[in-house]
């Protein structure tokens, strides 16, 4: 049993002390950042997940709908908790896409962006984080199943 929770944990900590260690967690300047990304951003996800990626207020708490408020996207949300695969596939086709079942108020943006403008977008998001979450999230990619 402690077999099975430890080896993914394993290669978790390898995956991303090997993305560390080839410089893919170095962080970028904004200026590097992407300006497409952030700007796509900001004309589609600001709205509700903050022009400073903040989220809504008390994002952890239900709304009397029982649905969550926006997540903040920056280092103190989850959102580098997820594989570049999982947020790609939230993004483009709902939260329910990976959370059968699962009510939200985040709206699918297949039909309105590409895959590569969502990538944009989350690249965006992601030259905002500190190299602890870079790391964890480009170990968390690297692990996850295509």
Known sequence: ?????????????????????????????????????????????????????????????????????APPHDETGHTWHHSDRQLLTIIRDGLAAIAPGYESDMPAFGGVLTDAQITEILDYIKGTWPDRARAYQAARTAADPS
């Not at 993914?8 to 995956?15: I, K, N």
């Not at 300047?29 to 990626?53: D, I, R």
């Open 1 to 69: 049993m402690i077999l099975r929770w430890t080896v993914p944990f394993v290669v978790l900590l390898v995956a991303a002390a090997l993305a560390y260690g080839y410089g893919l967690t170095t962080p970028r300047a904004l200026s590097q950042v992407s300006s497409e990304g952030q700007a796509l951003y900001v004309a589609n996800c600001a709205s509700c997940h903050g022009q400073n990626l903040e989220g809504q207020p008390d994002w952890m708490r239900r709304l009397p709908n029982g649905r969550l408020p």
